[in-house]
Nanobody, 124 residues
Framework: QLQLVESGGGLVQAGGSLRLSCAVS????????MGWFRQAPGKEREFVAA????????LHADSVKGRFTISRDGAKNTVYLQMSSLKPEDTAVYYC?????????????????WGQGTQVTVSS
């Protein structure tokens, strides 16, 4: 099991930027896929982006494509979500997650390990 700790959330004005971090620890995770999800009040958890830790290839949801970028730093064991051109509808709790699946998945149920989440609030 992996331990995931998110940080970097906060309050930002529309059009602004934030970078979320997810510190990863535990057993070796080079074969894992790391994902970012978000959940707004009253809504289901939603896929945002994922990255294959070993290969570095990534997948982004259409709703964030061109605005958000997922990346990872192997030396720091950290996954990032760079968010730009933020909109009020991006307001949510953002979660880091990990799966041992070998292909990308956008379903929360396919991810076994989760962080505690970090709040992102975008004001209009």
């Amino acid at each position: 099991q992996l331990q995931l700790v998110e940080s970097g959330g906060g309050l930002v004005q529309a059009g602004g930027s934030l970078r979320l971090s997810c510190a990863v620890s535990g057993r070796t995770f080079i074969s894992h896929i790391m994902g970012w999800f978000r959940q707004a009040p009253g809504k289901e958890r939603e896929f945002v982006a994922a990255i294959k830790w070993g290969a570095g290839t990534a997948l982004h949801a259409d709703s964030v494509k061109g605005r958000f970028t997922i990346s990872r730093d192997g030396a720091k064991n950290t996954v990032y979500l760079q968010m730009s051109s933020l909109k009020p509808e991006d307001t949510a709790v953002y979660y880091c997650a990990a799966t041992t699946r070998v292909v990308f998945s956008t379903r929360p149920s396919d991810y076994r390990d989760w962080g505690q989440g970090t709040q992102v609030t975008v004001s209009s």
